[in-house]
């Protein structure tokens, strides 16, 4: 059974900062090469922050959260991270994490195959 397990969310202020983490199996973080974090606020739809090729290369980042939010990944704790810097009460929302095999399109939720169940991120102004 995959498991992604979330965890760092939390209530900051504006400008705060949080680090999100996601952990699941080695045999998971071995098949599924690809890893992202996702997000969903109230009346809105699941939208794509940041992803990961654990394979290497470069990380892809909505326009949004560029310069702002950093993905990594933790080989060896088959871990991937989100820090969160200069957060803005827009970044308000439940976020995710996801894990693929075959992604095409990184930031689009329908390339992703398993899921967490989200860590709440709060900010206020």
């Known amino acids: 059974q995959v498991q992604l397990v979330e965890s760092g969310g939390g209530s900051v202020q504006a400008g705060g900062s949080l680090r999100l983490s996601c952990t699941t199996s080695?045999?998971?973080?071995?098949?599924?090469?690809?890893l992202a974090w996702f997000r969903q606020a109230p009346g809105k739809e699941r939208e794509g922050v940041a992803g990961?090729?654990?394979?290497?290369?470069?990380?892809l980042y909505a326009d949004s959260v560029k310069g702002r939010f950093t993905i990594s990944q933790d080989n060896a704790n088959n871990a991937v991270y989100l820090q969160m810097n200069s957060l803005r009460p827009e970044d308000t929302a439940m976020y995710y994490c996801?894990?693929?095999?075959?992604?095409?399109?990184?930031?689009?939720?329908?390339?992703?195959?398993?899921w967490g169940q989200g860590t709440q991120v709060t900010v206020s102004s």
């Open positions: 080695r045999y998971t973080y071995s098949v599924n090469n690809y």
């Open positions: 990961i090729f654990t394979g290497g290369g470069s990380p």
């Open positions: 996801a894990a693929g095999a075959h992604v095409i399109r990184p930031l689009d939720v329908d390339n992703y195959q398993y």
